[in-house]
């Protein structure tokens, strides 16, 4: 590991990609990789809101938003403990899901998908204004934790120990995640109420409760992308609908409503674009609704959808 | 706590609202009284340009991550009114302003503009922020009748192409435009014979294109030594770069010349931090990185070292060039009203709103063809230097300096120092403008 502040003096003077292709692959795949974890977070939420309530929603990036701002606040503002920061933010942005379901959405599961559109459409307005209001306009930038400084030496480059940090927390969540559906009372009942809604409720499951319970689950996952990036990004109002297109083209990818897909949707997209970044600088952008066009040729219902 | 913010924001909201009601119906109040009263009473002195109020467009983008560069334009416009008016105003007229968000999208822009000269009446517009939006605004301006001085969005192409070549007489720039991201780089680097492989990472849009194609156009001219060796593009609003920056490094670049701005550019920085850059590169050219929210924003990393003196940046001014004391009072009297640092949007703003008095009081008429005369050619002070609107192609000529970005002592947040100072005619460019290879 390089200490913060010495020059590196062990890296190769000369790196270059000549004679080194697999290492500068490797390397950019594992920048990939921690790119597609902040991805995989914001999907997840999305993917899982969608599979079980049958809600779009659109709205799902200003969850993210908050939590970042949140995060900022408890952290960068008021100088809380990092992690009890992004779990006091993840709380905050539980409430705000909740909230959302239990006065908003809840009334509108029978309408035309139309209402739906145009209410989480209107959510994002609201709170990008309330985040204006509330912290201005101005971006703003919240401190990196001392202890995630530094890197260490991977193929002989520096990486971030932040970003193997990230990539730890997306792939523990990925399992929390997995648990909680698989092997939990609560999980076979959101899968039981996601495969027939009136008969999960014939048999005692509390619909809107549990509705609730999932929506809020869902806004917890975006927050988490929202705080975990505060160190590294800026939080201003916009990042949300600067993430959310993203997001849509994963679940999309990955077949919308499935987790499975939602996952490997994120790997597939964050990786590609970063090797598109490395090798097809110029089709870099055009890439990604490219493999989104192919996946919807062949399999309509995405990858992982049924 | 939460409770107690939740509760009174309510009752600011309501507030507010009630405020705005009270705003909206007191100003129809005094326009219906105005309207009242000018037929029966008779202006005592007839003012000479023959209206009450002077209207000023302004446009700049005052939402999302790059809201700071529209409220500092805002900033700087709305202080030289208010000196502008508390002295009496131009010729006796008052300055009114009507500030617009542009949103950096040139259809917004461009309603934005019609609006403002069509329905409410704007005698002058300036301002916009989007080099895109600056594209789209300049072609309808004759058939608006307006003048548009553009004081931030900075592509070669609205000045060379739409005034020198297409004779667009309506728009002027008073901001330094790309020369400055591209030229002035190249000036300062060709000075730094190990800095051979140079690596870009620019935002995928016009800004990005212009800058990156200026700056290699100029540095092989005096450099055939050096190479290009990488290049990665940042579609707008990316969150995060590092892609881009492991991308450009793996090709083991001594320099790297980037445009991202606002707050990308200082994720950016944040991010190269964090990939270990800063030791492997000898010098990093943040092109706008001397703009005062980007120099906020790293303010920790800069006292911390972090940078090891190879971060470099410019701006279309910097607050602490040049020594006079036309800049010392402006930077005095902003940071009086505002409490912050004047960005370049903010001097830009602010000098736009003298050349209009100047040129209104030059002319002493409110036509666009006699405006545009008084501006062609014009020699004015302002807190960047001396301004001079070249009649060729409408550009403001006037040098700002490139530099590392330091702490000082005397400032509570980082500044340029090590000043690389190049007259303007050496690095602007001159018509007649070769055409130049750009785009991805």
Redesign the interface.
């Known amino acids: 590991m ?1 200490p ?5 003096l062990t ?1 190769s ?5 000549e004679g ?1 292709e697999m290492e ?1 692959l490797a ?2 795949g594992l ?2 990789l ?2 597609a974890m ?1 991805l995989w977070l914001l999907a997840a939420g999305l993917t899982i809101v969608f599979g079980v309530l049958g809600v779009l929603n659109f709205a799902h990036g200003s969850l993210f938003m908050l939590g970042a701002y949140f995060a900022f606040t408890f952290y960068g503002l008021w100088g809380v403990n990092f992690w009890l920061a992004i779990a006091l933010s993840l709380v ?1 942005v539980a409430v705000v899901g909740y909230l959302m379901e239990r006065f908003f959405l809840r009334h509108i599961y029978n309408q035309d998908h139309a209402y739906q559109l145009l209410l989480t459409f209107g959510f994002i307005l609201i709170l990008d204004d309330a985040v ?3 912290w201005g ?3 703003k ?1 919240p ?2 934790p001392s202890f995630f400084e530094g ?1 260490v030496s991977v193929v002989g ?4 120990v ?2 193997l940090f990230i990539i730890g927390a997306g792939l523990f969540v990925a399992v929390l995640v997995w648990l909680l559906f698989e092997k939990t009372w609560w999980g076979k009942m959101v899968r039981a109420s996601a495969s027939d809604r009136e008969m999960a409720g014939a048999i005692g499951i509390n619909i809107p409760t549990l509705f609730t319970g999932v929506f809020a689950f869902g806004a917890i996952l975006a927050a988490l992308g929202g705080a975990l ?1 505060t160190p ?3 939080v ?4 949300g609908a ?2 959310i297109i993203q997001a849509f083209i994963i679940t999309v990818i990955g077949g919308l409503g499935n987790l499975k897909g939602a996952f490997v949707g994120a790997l597939i997209v964050g990786t590609l ?2 090797y598109g ?2 090798l097809f ?2 089709f ?2 055009f890439l990604i609704f490219l493999i989104m066009a192919v996946v919807l040729m062949i399999k309509p219902q995405g990858l992982f959808g049924s | 706590m939460r409770e107690r913010k939740k509760i009174s924001r309510r009752a600011f909201l309501k507030t507010a609202a009630a405020g705005i009601g009270g705003i909206t119906l007191g100003l129809k109040g005094i326009e219906a009284s105005a309207q009242d009263k000018t037929p029966a009473k008779a202006k005592p002195a007839r003012k000479a340009l023959g209206v009450d109020v002077i209207k000023l467009g302004g446009q700049g983008v005052i939402s999302g991550a790059h809201a700071d560069y529209g409220w500092q334009i805002q900033g700087g416009a709305t202080l030289a009114i208010e000196e502008i008016n508390a002295k009496g105003g131009v010729l006796g007229s008052k300055l009114e302003l009507k500030f617009m968000d542009e949103e950096l999208k040139p259809a917004v822009a461009v309603k934005n503009a019609r609006y403002l000269a069509t329905e409410w009446g704007a005698h002058l517009l300036f301002g916009v922020d989007s080099s895109g939006s600056a594209m789209a605004i300049g072609p309808i301006l004759p058939e608006l009748d307006r003048i548009c001085m553009f004081d931030h969005a900075s592509t070669h192409r609205l000045t060379e192409e739409l005034v020198y070549e297409k004779g667009i007489k309506q728009i002027f720039r008073i901001a330094a435009p790309v020369y400055q991201e591209g030229n002035l780089a190249a000036m300062i680097f060709k000075e730094f014979p190990n800095i051979k492989r140079w690596a870009g990472i620019h935002c995928d849009y016009e800004y990005g294109y212009s800058s990156w194609a200026l700056f290699k156009d100029t540095l092989k001219k005096y450099r055939p030594d050096v190479e290009f060796v990488a290049i990665a593009w940042a579609p707008f609003w990316t969150m995060d770069f590092s892609s881009h920056i492991s991308a450009v490094m793996a090709a083991n670049p001594d320099g790297i010349h980037a445009t991202p701005w606002a707050g990308e550019g200082v994720m950016l920085l944040r991010q190269a931090l964090m990939l270990g850059v800063f030791d492997k590169i000898q010098a990093w050219f943040q092109c706008m990185g001397a703009s005062v929210d980007i120099l906020e924003g790293i303010s920790n990393e800069v006292a911390a070292g972090k940078f090891k003196d190879k971060l470099w940046a410019t701006a279309r001014y910097i607050h602490n060039y040049p020594d006079t004391p036309e800049n010392k009072k402006f930077v005095e009297a902003f940071r009086k009203r505002w409490n912050r640092f004047p960005n370049y949007s903010a001097e830009n703003a602010y000098s736009t709103i003298y050349v209009f008095k100047a040129a209104l009081e030059k002319s002493r008429s409110l036509k666009t063809a006699d405006l545009v005369k008084a501006i062609e050619g014009m020699k004015i002070m302002t807190p960047a230097g001396e301004r001079f609107f070249r009649p060729e192609d409408h550009q403001a000529i006037y040098a700002v300096p490139g530099g590392r970005v330091v702490k000082d002592p005397n400032y509570p947040i980082p500044v340029l120092g090590d000043l690389k100072v190049f007259p303007a005619q050496a690095y602007y460019r001159n018509p007649p403008f070769e055409p130049l290879k750009m785009g991805k």
């Open positions: 390089i913060p502040g010495e020059p590196d890296g003077p000369s790196f270059d990609i080194k500068t390397f950019q920048v990939g921690s790119v902040y905050s204006k209001i509330v306009g101005v971006a930038i401190p990196m890197t480059r520096p990486f971030p932040y970003n990036g590294v990004r800026v201003a109002p916009g990042i600067a993430m674009s970063a970044i490395l600088p110029v870099e952008l």
